[in-house]
């Protein structure tokens, strides 16, 4: 995975789930911890994420910033992230089925 795929999919994990921590974050993408770091460093500049240090801290987005307001309905925003919830800590790929113009996705995440 590239750099900016990492970046992208940091900030989809922290719209979904509010807060993450660098070694979750580490070792979901199989790097160190400095580069997630680095990386919430580079987003900080586009997005409104930050770092935290101490016990509770960790990588944190505004709850201000809801990209999906406009994309997912609020049931589907809600399953998502409870599917995201029930996955902390291991990477999960949903399965989308491409229909013309409109992705659908299954979010059974049973």
């Known amino acids: 995975m590239t750099a900016a795929g990492r970046r992208l999919e940091i900030i989809s994990i922290l719209v979904v789930s509010g807060h993450t921590t660098s070694k ?3 070792q979901g993408f199989g790097v160190t911890r400095r580069t997630i770091l680095h990386d919430v460093s580079v987003l900080s500049y586009g997005y409104p ?6 016990e509770g801290g960790g990588i944190f987005i505004m709850d201000s910033y809801k990209p999906y307001n406009n994309i ?4 589907e925003q809600e399953r998502l992230k409870k ?6 800590g291991r990477i999960r790929k949903f399965s989308n089925v491409s229909c013309g113009n409109t992705v659908h996705i299954n979010w059974n995440c049973s």
């Open 72 to 75: 997912l309905t609020p049931v």
């Open 83 to 88: 599917c995201m919830m029930r996955q902390r």
């Open 24 to 26: 979750e974050m580490a």
């Open 49 to 54: 994420a930050y770092t935290k240090p101490g």
